[in-house]
C-alpha cells in the first residue's frame, strides 16, 4: 500500500524559514517523480515543485521560484520542501504528491497534507 | 501558463442523478487532462487521466471524455459519497502542471 507521509508544518513568522517532509512507503520512491502541492484555506489546489526520480528535473511553481527548494533523498524514501523567506500568502496545507507511471506530472497518491501557517 | 477553466462552480444535484462538469483549457493539452476528486478533510484522490481512463478502483459511473480544449467529467448516477469537489489539471505544458478551479458538486 502507498503511503505518503507529511511532516514539518506548523506556525511561523513571516520571512522566517520551515522543511517539510515526506516519508513515502509502499513503492520503488527512486522511480518516480514526487511534488509538493498546496492548498489555501478554503482555495483549491496549486502546484508547488516537482522533482523527477534521479533530481534531475526540477521545477518551480512563479509563485515560489527563488524561495523554496525541492529535494530528494532516495536511499531514504524522502521528499523535501525548503521553504526560505515565507510570506503571509504561503499559508496552506502542503501536500506531498507522486507522480504517476505513465507521466511523471499526475498524481497517482496524496498524502494528508501538512499545514504551514504564516504568521506574525 | 495555460489556464484551466472549471465550470460551474457549483453543481446541485439529487442523488441518482446524471452531473456532467466541465473543464476548458487556454489552449490545447492534447489528452493529458486528469480530474481529482476531493472531500472535505480529505486528500484529493485521482479519478481520471489521458481524459478519459479511470484510474485504479474508480467505479464505473465514472467518466471523462474531451481533448484539446475542451473536457468533461460525468457522473451517471450520483451516490451519497460523490459530494465533493472535483478538480481537473493539465499535464501536457509542464511546469507547472495547472488546476482549474474547482467545481463543488453539492446535494440538491
Known amino acids: 500500500e502507498v503511503q505518503l507521509v507529511e511532516s514539518g508544518g506548523g506556525l511561523v513568522q513571516p520571512g522566517r524559514s520551515l522543511r517539510l517532509s515526506c516519508a513515502a512507503s509502499?513503492?520503488?520512491?527512486?522511480?518516480?517523480?514526487m511534488h509538493w502541492v498546496r492548498q489555501a484555506p478554503g482555495k483549491g489546489l496549486e502546484w508547488v515543485s516537482g522533482?523527477?526520480?534521479?533530481?534531475?528535473?526540477?521545477g518551480y511553481a512563479d509563485s515560489v521560484k527563488g524561495r523554496f527548494t525541492i529535494s530528494r533523498d532516495n536511499a531514504k524514501n524522502s521528499l523535501y520542501l525548503q521553504m526560505n523567506s515565507l510570506r503571509a500568502e504561503d499559508t496552506a496545507l502542503y501536500y506531498c504528491?507522486?507522480?504517476?507511471?505513465?507521466?511523471?506530472?499526475?498524481?497517482?497518491?496524496w498524502g494528508q497534507g501538512t499545514l504551514v501557517t504564516v504568521s506574525s | 501558463e495555460i489556464v484551466m477553466t472549471q465550470s460551474p462552480a457549483t453543481l446541485s444535484v439529487s442523488p441518482g442523478e446524471r452531473a456532467t462538469l466541465s473543464c476548458r483549457a487556454s489552449?490545447?493539452?492534447?489528452?493529458?487532462l486528469a480530474w481529482y476528486q476531493q472531500k472535505p478533510g480529505q486528500a484529493p484522490r485521482l479519478l481520471i487521466y489521458?481524459?478519459?481512463t479511470r484510474a485504479t478502483g474508480i467505479p464505473a459511473r465514472f467518466s471523462g471524455s474531451g481533448s484539446g480544449t475542451e473536457f468533461t467529467l460525468t457522473i451517471s448516477s450520483l451516490q451519497s459519497e460523490d459530494f465533493a469537489v472535483y478538480y481537473c489539471?493539465?499535464?501536457?505544458?509542464?511546469?507547472?502542471?495547472?488546476f482549474g478551479g474547482g467545481t463543488k458538486v453539492e446535494i440538491k
Open positions: 504528491a507522486k507522480g504517476s507511471s505513465g507521466s511523471g506530472y499526475m498524481f497517482d497518491y
Open positions: 509502499g513503492f520503488t520512491f527512486d522511480d518516480y517523480a
Open positions: 522533482i523527477s526520480w534521479n533530481s534531475g528535473s526540477i
Open positions: 489552449q490545447s493539452v492534447s489528452s493529458n
Open positions: 489521458g481524459a478519459s
Open positions: 489539471q493539465q499535464y501536457n505544458n509542464w511546469p507547472p502542471g495547472t
